[in-house]
């Protein structure tokens, strides 16, 4: 079994929502690793990835996803995590009300002693108001394009449907049936 290295409840039940409909069983590692600072999210994933390698024996996955604001010049990137704990939602309001921004997911999975990417994005704004008790994170104060609500309200479902970390997973999928990577773990 394929396995997925998140500190995070959320993003395991983003993925394993997504998985499971693909009938790709995913065995969830909940534990937090120290992630470097760069510039990028490919950089940071392949990074935590490597690091991981002689812990965990099995053939797994991590990501790292950044909230990238237009009017922040692209403020807090890779320091999403930190800006989230630290000044949260209603400061970003304050600072980005209106401003286009886009999230970006890049997953790395060690397979075969090797690293391969996948990456999605999604472009939105932020919001003028925080909406919305579903998802986490910035999902209350981000509206995907064409859309008139926030992430936050929308199910894991409608998120799955549009979302970076979606877009991500699908290209993932396709490279697990790709190398009938199922029947080589
Ligand atoms: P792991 O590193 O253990 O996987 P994390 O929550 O620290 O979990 P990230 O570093 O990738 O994960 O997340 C950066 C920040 O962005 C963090 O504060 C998340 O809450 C937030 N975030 C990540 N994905 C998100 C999404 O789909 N919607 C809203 N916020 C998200």
Redesign the pocket.
Known sequence: MLSLV???KH?YEEIFSYLNSKHIEIKWVQM?YE?IQADDNETISIDSCKKLTNKIRQPFF??????YIANLNGFPGPY??YV??TIGNENILKMASDSKAY?KTVITLYWRKNFYQFSGMLNGKISSKISGNL?????PI?IPDNSNKT?GEMTTDEKNKI???FLALKKLYGFIVENDVKNNL
């Not at 991590?62 to 909230?67: A, F």
């Not at 998802?135 to 999902?139: H, I, P, S, T, V």
């Open positions: 998140t500190s995070n993003k937090s992630e991590l990501e790292d996803t950044g909230l999403s995590s989230q704990n999230f998802g986490f994170g910035y999902d981000f992430l979302s970076h970390r």
